[in-house]
């Protein structure tokens, strides 16, 4: 390889680094206006009555618009439209951020001001604030259906009589909270509607839902509609769906006022209103034989919705193709419950359902091997896949499959038996504080999956200048994971021109295609292999080109970084390019790629899940103190087989940052409420890991290559968070001896 695969420079870094990168607050165009959100403040209820005649007199006041001023559809919703945009007199308030009004005005005190003075009247309800509360079904956040709004199952194998040959059966209750997404820059949205083309500007993780929303809300049509991807501080799930909320409320007030309208959340309205990790309960009963063999999976596991349903049936999908771990388990029995309450919305969070399950059946293999007199990592080694073996929903696994060597890989670069004797002679000595040790090995499923194989294709466009620079634009999105740089990388490996003579510009929905979000750990697959397609096309039209004006065969020419060797005479791929230009060869390609068709049995729950999957390891050692609480991660190991490592360094910056953000998840972030109302809405009260409470991170690749991925490349945004939480439950289990069957692991709970 010329390039993928090598330490490469981010291709943005520069203007990151030096703040020239124009994010959405940095926008401001010509006669801009702001825009605030009246929120209703209020868990559950019925709304009576809007005035907003005070709020218009306030001097600066441009607009102020509710329900009546919507011209087209006023629900949102992924799969059902069951959330309002702004809530009609009559209707419900399901939680406390429902959207009542909008208001625009010359500035942003106008706006605030204005906002106290609309008047509206609300019925309160009492509201539906837990799982149990949710199944008993004696108040109804959707009336008249049942809060239990969606069951997705998996049916495989015959569990009783697993249960039956078992010689240890282990059942346990676990459970999950909230988690933030926790991005540095909030929402935000700059919209621009002149009388005929609505321009949108904001923080996504994917334009085309923000384009689809915004053309039915407007009730105008697609190609009015052009959305285009500002740099992006951060997104972890929290910036999929969400964006078209915020987006489509600047673009009503700039629709209803013909001025641009920017709208940037503060931090206590964007976690107060934006999607978050759903809230988990989940019962698991396993059965064992006594050498350690994985007869059978029973789950049932309820997710907490919150007040829409959002994106839950496809995270709920999710959960279940993940309950049953990264293991080869013949009998499995799945059943996954989506249920409504007055809370924040939840839906998109880096793992997308499946850390709440790893979490489970991970504590329950540490258990199992307790029991059994079992080493921890003996037990995932005897049960982990490999080629040939099927997965839980029954996939046969026939290439790419490096779980074993993760396993491996972790248990050579920790040197673990080693390490298992300091811990125990650390906790010999010491009377306070124990060390612990913890292991977690996981799956993940790279793409959309079967359920969504309609959204699961990329484009991505190339086109070479007569000077040798080249531009990229792909149907994705690059959210600070690296995406412009690996996506440039593998151009630069086909064509051979030089990293910084490529530029990538940001997604602009009437340039590209939809491509589907930026989710799944799909982008390098998918977007990677629509840039590799268009590469191709132009390598080729270049080598044409030269095969015909040198007179030699298309294989003689040697393609180098930075130069095509040609007759034992170097050409630069400036002069090549300026070449092929001057002859009229086609320098400007669309690449598309789709997924390959995954046959999957939605009712049983059983066949090919996702298009390919990652395998990681994760050790952890960690430090309680037993009279405080405090749990100290001293050291991770985590080695995770993502096929192919395109740009390594921002492979292992990926599985730093998720591992940090796992670890906030196990042991520190909590979503704090009080009568269905958020009171931990900024980050002096949310908790989340700061650079000093980063441990040690040794950090490694295993690169099984999967044969249909660009250079045989599967992911690593999503999986490098999931062995956190379970990899460390399991060391605070083994340093205190208790058992943890909660995450996130609070002082109190230690104490």
């Not at 990168?21 to 709304?47: C, E, F, Q």
């Not at 942003?108 to 149990?132: D, H, N, R």
């Amino acid at each position: 390889m010329k390039i993928v695969g090598k330490v490469a420079k981010r291709i943005e870094a520069h203007e990151k680094a030096y703040g020239e990168a124009k994010y959405t607050p940095d926008l401001y165009l010509d006669r801009m206006i702001y825009a605030g959100v009246v929120y209703s403040n209020v868990p559950h209820g019925i709304l009576k009555s809007i005035d907003i005649s005070e709020a218009e007199n306030v001097s600066g006041i441009i607009k102020v618009a509710t329900y009546k001023d919507v011209p087209g559809t006023n629900k949102f919703g992924v799969l059902i439209k069951d959330m309002w945009f702004l809530v009609p007199v009559g209707e419900k308030i399901r939680f406390e951020h429902d959207a009542i009004a909008l208001i625009a005005g010359e500035t942003k005190e106008a706006v605030e001001e204005a906002i106290k003075k609309v008047k509206f009247e609300i019925e309160e309800l009492q509201p539906v604030l837990t799982i149990e509360e949710s199944i008993k079904d004696e108040i109804k956040v959707h009336d008249p259906e049942s809060n239990i709004a969606f069951h997705k199952k998996i049916r495989r194998g015959e569990i009783d009589k697993a249960f039956e040959n078992a010689d240890l059966v282990i059942e346990r209750e676990f459970r999950t909270d909230y988690q933030e997404q926790a991005y540095l820059e909030t929402q935000g949205a700059v919209a621009y509607y002149d009388g005929e083309i609505m321009k949108i500007y904001a923080s996504m993780q994917c334009p085309f839902y923000v384009q689809e929303d915004v053309s039915e809300i407007l009730d105008i049509p697609f190609n009015k509609v052009d959305v285009i991807q500002m740099e992006t501080g951060g997104g972890f799930g929290g910036k999929e769906d969400v964006p078209s909320y915020i987006a489509s409320k600047a673009a009503l007030l700039s629709y209803l006022t013909k001025r641009p309208v920017k709208l940037i959340y503060s931090r206590e309205h964007d976690i107060k209103e934006t999607s978050k990790r759903h809230p988990s309960k989940s019962h698991y009963k396993v059965a064992f034989k006594k050498d350690g063999t994985l007869l059978g999976v029973k789950v049932e596991s309820y997710l907490d919705m919150g007040a829409y349903s959002t994106l839950s049936p496809i995270v709920m999908y999710r959960t279940l193709t993940h309950a049953a771990g990264a293991y080869n388990v013949p009998n499995v029995h799945v059943d996954v419950y989506g249920v409504y309450t007055n809370k924040v919305p939840c839906g998109a969070f880096r793992g997308f359902g499946s850390p709440q399950v790893l979490f489970a059946i991970e504590r329950v293999m540490d258990e199992a091997a307790e029991k059994l007199n079992i080493d921890p990592w003996e037990i995932r080694y005897k049960n982990a896949l490999e080629v040939g073996a099927e997965t839980s929903t029954g996939h046969k696994l026939e290439f790419s499959v490096g779980a074993k060597k993760t396993l491996e890989n972790i248990k050579k670069l920790s040197n673990y038996e080693e390490l298992k004797k300091e811990v125990e002679e650390f906790n010999k000595t010491n009377k306070i504080k124990k060390r612990g040790l913890g292991w977690s090995h996981i799956i993940y499923g790279v793409s959309l999956g079967a359920g969504g194989q309609h959204l699961d294709a990329s484009n991505s466009e190339v086109h070479v200048f007569p000077d040798g620079t080249i531009n990229i634009m792909f149907g994705g999105t690059e959210i600070g994971q690296g995406s412009k740089t690996a996506i440039s990388m593998i151009v630069s490996e086909i064509l051979g021109q030089k990293l910084e003579k490529i530029k990538v510009l940001q997604t602009d929905t009437f340039i590209v295609q939809d491509s589907g979000p930026t989710v799944a750990s799909r982008t390098t697959i998918f977007s990677g292999n629509a840039a590799k397609d268009a590469a191709e096309k132009i390598k080729n039209n270049i080598l044409e080109f030269l095969s015909d004006k040198f007179d030699v065969e298309k294989s003689d020419i040697e393609i180098n970084l930075g130069y095509y060797k040609i007759k034992d005479k170097n050409f630069t791929f400036d002069e090549i390019a300026k070449m092929a230009n001057d002859a009229n060869v086609k320098l400007n390609e669309s690449g598309w790629f789709k997924s390959p068709k995954l046959h999957f049995d939605m009712e049983n729950g059983v066949g090919e899940a996702y298009v390919t999957y990652t395998y990681s390891t994760q050790l952890s050692l960690v430090e309680v103190d037993t009279l405080t609480g405090k749990i100290d991660v001293k050291k991770m190991w985590i080695s995770h087989d993502i096929g192919k490592a395109i740009n390594y360094d921002g492979v292992i910056g990926q599985i730093q940052g998720g591992a940090v953000q796992g670890m906030g998840h196990a042991i520190m972030e909590e979503i704090m409420q009080k009568e269905g109302k958020i009171i931990t809405d900024n980050f002096n009260n949310y908790i989340i890991p700061t650079i000093k409470d980063i441990p040690e991170i040794v950090a490694d690749v295993v690169e099984e290559e999967f044969p249909y991925g660009p250079f045989g490349a599967k992911g690593i945004g999503e999986p490098s968070l999931m062995t956190a939480p379970p990899s460390i439950a399991n060391a605070v289990a083994h340093a205190t001896g208790k058992k943890i069957t909660k995450i996130p692991i609070s002082m109190e709970d230690i104490i």
